[in-house]
């Protein structure tokens, strides 16, 4: 195995871990209208999140740096081809941030609900545009010789890439739905197991259909040499989010018939988030961003790689600190496991 091909499994690791852990705080925010339906449930949710929501995006930024230091020619491609899309991600982040920041600042009702507004905003179009940019990854984009882009916004509106785009929004609500299950009491946590159902039937409809889209077509092409390896991690995917379905449900589970399981599902949402990463970035390989002008211009493992000593020093660094990095967010996310219930209606707003 050349370093190109590790650092291609470590970038498609960060994003599986940035795609569990973002995505239930985007999730969160997405519910945070349909199960906020009051000023103390809308606080008890963003709390659940409210010690690990930044901490989560590292994996974005770790992911973009590695792919900008292993790969400079895929980052530089792939940045200018989404380069609006990317720029929305960034301003809802941004404003999402300044949101959770602010939003307790002052006592107006106004005030809060156009915060909580902007929570909403900042959550939905990451969601959906996360999924819409993968899928032209996968899809590939119009590259010429020179591997620049030759296509315009709409060119990356394409079919499979909105259904990719269903399908991170149904993932992450489902995790969102979940997440809040395991970390709340009482009512929210009984309606938030409630919407998990739902948006575990729309995950499953929506991923599979991405999935089975994504094996099919590139069979057809014959673009897959690993295709026995991609199929089985797509249906390990499958598998995992019909368990994380019924685990809500309580269907046979230890024994405990007709009472959710919100460990187990949670558990099990990550595991189908974690399996259909992995399927789709075997489908890609060895191409990290396909041409569709002429297979010639894609870029692969092979031609947008940094040199051999740069990935060697990289690899040694990323040996190095990684251990502090992923002990430190564990560490986070023990102290802050228990679960949250709602503060006494008198209770002052606070950050």
Not at 33 to 42: S, T
Not at 156 to 177: E, Q, R
Not at 189 to 210: C, E, I
Request: overall charge positive.
């Amino acid at each position: 195995m050349h370093l190109s091909d590790l650092w291609f499994i470590a970038i498609a690791v960060l994003w599986a871990g940035y795609f569990i852990l973002e995505g239930f705080d985007f999730g969160v925010g997405i519910l945070l209208p349909v199960l906020g339906r009051d000023q103390a449930r809308r606080r008890v949710m963003i709390n659940t999140i409210g010690p690990v929501w930044d901490g989560n995006e590292v994996w974005l930024l770790t992911a973009g740096g590695a792919t900008f230091a292993a790969f400079p020619g895929w980052y530089a491609a792939m940045f200018s081809a989404f380069y609006l899309p990317l720029l929305l991600i960034l301003v809802a982040l941004i404003i999402r941030g300044v949101a959770f920041e602010y939003r307790g600042k002052r006592a107006g009702a106004a005030w809060r609900r156009g915060w909580d507004a902007a929570i909403f905003i900042g959550s939905l179009l990451p969601a959906i545009l996360w999924g819409v940019a993968f899928g032209n990854v996968l899809h590939g984009i119009p590259l010429n010789a020179a591997h620049n882009y030759a296509g315009n916004f709409f060119t990356l509106l394409n079919p499979y890439s909105l259904l990719g785009g269903l399908a991170t929004l149904s993932l992450f609500t489902l995790d969102g739905a979940l997440f809040l299950a395991l970390k709340t009491m009482g009512q929210l946590r009984r309606q938030a197991t409630a919407v998990a159902r739902l948006a575990g039937v729309a995950a499953v409809l929506a991923g599979g259909g991405f999935l089975a889209w994504t094996e099919f077509s590139y069979r057809s092409a014959g673009h897959v040499a690993t295709g026995t390896a991609s199929v089985l991690l797509a249906a390990a995917a499958a598998v995992a989010l019909l368990t994380a379905v019924s685990a809500t449900v309580g269907w046979g589970l230890s024994g405990r018939c007709g009472r959710p399981r919100e460990g187990l599902a949670f558990g099990a949402a990550a595991a189908g988030i974690a399996a259909a990463t992995g399927a789709l970035f075997t489908a890609l390989y060895p191409n990290v961003l396909p041409s569709t002008l002429n297979a010639a211009y894609t870029l692969t493992t092979g031609n947008a790689a940094s040199t051999a000593k740069t990935l060697a020093v990289m690899t040694v660094v990323a040996c190095i600190f990684l251990p502090f990095v992923l002990a430190y967010q564990a560490w986070t996310y023990w102290v802050f496991r228990k679960r949250l219930g709602a503060p006494p209606q008198s209770a002052p707003e606070t950050q």
